[in-house]
């Protein structure tokens, strides 16, 4: 399909800065459009889930936005961003606040396998912030013309475990998923917009799939 001609719709989560987004895929050509509609986002050829911030805020806002079943059903190809990634998996243990329960897990998306855990980083600093390399085997359309080892831009304190559906890996204190799949699900711990031309032609082989 032509990049041009694709409805690609980024979910409006009403927790993420969604400019950064839309204007890398309008520098590859693509016409994205920010909604939080069902039609829209049943309609899209692509979906886009971004997010920054916390769990906790993330999930209220998707379930508040009557989002979660839309997600869940959707049968197009979706990438998340960051946060958008993490609430793909089953749970996350991320507090919202020093009020929270830290003993509790805050219920995901469950599309993917794994929980989002704290990174144990010894004494590199939290949080993992800065360019860092992925490892992964390159035979993934997603990562097409991307070889192993290429660096990404990373903002996060919190990481998906190392499951059976992780695609590709970075290592800041052991091993964590950096890109993550599942039939028509992916997500990318890093900041594709933020990730130079690696980043972009992650977000091109995402629009070619």
Known sequence: MDVNKQKLVIIDTGCANLASV??????LGAAPRVSREAADIEAADKLILPGVGTAVAAMKNLNERNLVPLIRAAKQPLLGFCLGMQMLAEASEEIMS???DKGGLIDCLGIVPGKIRLMEVGNLRLPHMGWNQVEHDESHPLLKGI???????????????VTGATIATCDYGQPFTAI?????????????ERSGAAGARLLQNFLEL
């Not at 192993?148 to 475990?161: I, K």
């Not at 993550?180 to 594709?192: K, M, W």
Request: net charge negative; proline share 5%; charged share 20%.
């Open 98 to 100: 020093e009020g929270e």
């Open 147 to 161: 070889p192993s080892g290429s660096y990404f831009y990373f903002v996060h304190s919190y990481a998906l475990e």
């Open 22 to 27: 839309r204007m890398a895929f309008e520098r």
């Open 180 to 192: 993550v799949g599942r039939d028509n699900f992916f997500g990318a711990q890093f900041h594709p």
